[in-house]
């Protein structure tokens, strides 16, 4: 043994040696362990959302009947072995009219964080990059406007201006939470901007485009992870609040506001055709808000310490 392998075992023992470098597959594994160490109310709430996840995916096979047939036979009828969740006013299946929901209250609020999470997020990077500049003022006063308006009379308005449709509900839903992203966005940017290996960016020449794509992007997913989450939820709700008030999505197509708009009127002979339909977005509203509050907490190292 040579006189450094003495040394070199005694740092080891004593934690002086640098930790071992690990491979990114192996980072991100350390990382799920950890989170699910620190954070065990976000993976139930994670794992929750993979089940509703599933089960609009898997809607078509493992639905009972068509979410869409009429049994006049068997119109209002209590949960049972035949319908485990009753049926409507119509005689269609509860439970399958609430999985087939999912998939359409999930699709809309995927499709939603996905249009107006991209022109947030684009919207708040140059507004952020350029911030004091006319770019940033002249984007900030649009945000401005858009959140001056009560949330719900810009729904109403917009999803009403357009008519009843999947795809107008989702354009009426985008103009909600565009300003939320271009926000976070900004106010990363700003600080992004400053940076050491930005200013060393721009000292080698780098174009805009490069730095906010290679250095602004990258450094904006944790907080963006963050709110996406948290919205998922409001959208949710705001979808929900949409197809209740007639405005969303059109019948027969269901979804779990237009199925509880439905139940409304039968609340006192027929009780569970609210009742799924509402624990199936309750649950979901609060399995969002438990995974953002934990990505939070896990993502922010000063909440950390």
């Known amino acids: 043994m040579t006189t450094t392998e003495p040394r070199l075992a005694s740092a080891a023992a004593t934690g002086a040696l640098p930790p071992p470098i690990l491979s990114r597959g192996a980072r991100r594994r350390r990382g799920m ?9 976000g993976a139930v709430a994670a794992a929750i959302i993979l089940v ?10 493992i639905s009972p009947y068509d979410p869409l047939a009429q049994n006049r036979a068997a119109i209002m009828v209590p949960p049972n072995a035949d319908h485990l969740m009753g049926t409507d006013d119509l005689g269609r299946d509860v439970l399958s009219r609430v999985l087939y929901g999912a998939r359409t209250s999930l699709l809309i609020s995927v499709a939603t ?3 107006g999470g991209v022109a947030g997020l684009v919207l708040g990077i140059v507004s952020g990059y350029f911030g004091g500049t006319w770019v940033d003022t ?25 008519g009843p449709s999947i795809r107008n509900t989702i354009l009426a839903l985008a103009l909600l939470v565009i300003p939320a992203f271009n926000r976070v966005a900004r106010g990363e940017m700003l600080r992004i901007r400053e940076e050491t290996y930005v200013e060393a960016a721009r000292a080698v020449g780098c174009s805009t485009k490069r730095i906010l794509v290679k250095y602004g992007l990258p450094n904006l997913m944790a907080p963006l992870f963050v709110v996406t989450s ?8 705001a979808e929900s609040a949409l197809s209740f008030l007639g405005i969303g999505t059109p019948p027969p197509t269901p979804s779990w506001g237009r ?7 039968q609340l006192e002979i027929a009780p569970w055709m609210a009742l799924f339909p509402g624990l199936a977005l309750s649950i979901s509203v609060l399995a969002f808000n438990l995974l953002g509050d934990a990505l939070r907490d896990f993502l922010d190292p000063k909440q950390r310490r």
């Open 33 to 41: 362990w950890r989170y699910l160490r620190e954070q065990p109310f």
């Open 230 to 237: 948290l919205l998922f939820a409001i959208v949710l709700i």
């Open 113 to 115: 964080l996905a249009i």
């Open 138 to 162: 002249v984007i900030q006063r649009i945000m401005d406007s858009l959140m001056a308006v009560p949330s719900i009379v810009l729904l109403l308005f917009v999803a009403a201006l357009l």
């Open 52 to 61: 509703f996840v599933a089960l609009a995916i898997l809607a078509p096979l």
């Open 259 to 265: 199925m509880l708009s439905e139940a409304s009127r």
